[in-house]
């Protein structure tokens, strides 16, 4: 499929499901990191013609991360006259909620935590709005590996590219003109004060996931699959404890 149509498809697929859900949301909510991801689906968001609030949420964010989130922040201003860009600064908050719970400091889960406060702070911004909060997870991260923080970044209401591999996400901010420096920086979460990357986290480049992903042959195939396995339990339902009465 070409670039134009996928992107087509998506902006399509948006604006079908804000007329048909029972909800009928008003606006649409992003959450932008100055990644390739979010800059893409808020971008597809804009093309939609509703009106899209853009968020980017600094805590603790490494200069050159936050730096590409606002330059793309400014860029859709500008480009689309039904966009809105804010900037909430997070930080003061997070570290009153890591100070109330330094009796269970946890790396990892301050890292998570991050993007937990990103999520509430977006559904905050959808409900002053009557929107909904537009995922930017891909076929790989999220639905491939499970890399995305569940119930952070994981808990949203419609995910417009999780059908999209890596490559076409790239390919799609290509074809909408993302910011090149956007498109050519390396992939990360930016939950990490060391400012660690995707592949450092993962061990395998987008690359060699979306290849492993789709041939079983591939050397890196059993490493996939181990990844994906750890990460199971945040792409299955929710266990539910069920009573079977007669």
Known sequence: MNVEKRAKIIID??????????????????????GIDSSVVSTLCALTNRKTIVLSMPIKQIKSQHDLSIEHGKWIVNKFKNVEHKILEL??????????????????????????????TLYQVAAANSGIVVGTGNKVEDFGVGFYTKYGDGGVDISPIADCTKSEVWELGKHLGVNEKI??????????????????????????????MTNKNDPNYQKYLEIRKKNLHKMEPIPVCKFNES
């Open 183 to 212: 498109i050519e920086a390396e992939p990360t979460d930016g939950l990490w004060n060391d400012g660690r990357n995707d592949t450092d986290q993962l061990g395998m480049s987008y690359a060699e996931l979306e290849k492993a």
């Open 91 to 120: 930080e003061n908050l997070f570290l009153n909620f890591e100070k109330t719970l330094s009796e269970f400091n946890n790396e990892h889960g301050f890292a998570n935590s991050r993007a937990r406060l990103r999520m509430a």
């Open 13 to 34: 697929w948006i604006n079908n499901y804000c007329d048909n859900t029972s909800f009928k949301p008003k606006s649409l909510v992003v959450g932008i990191s100055g």
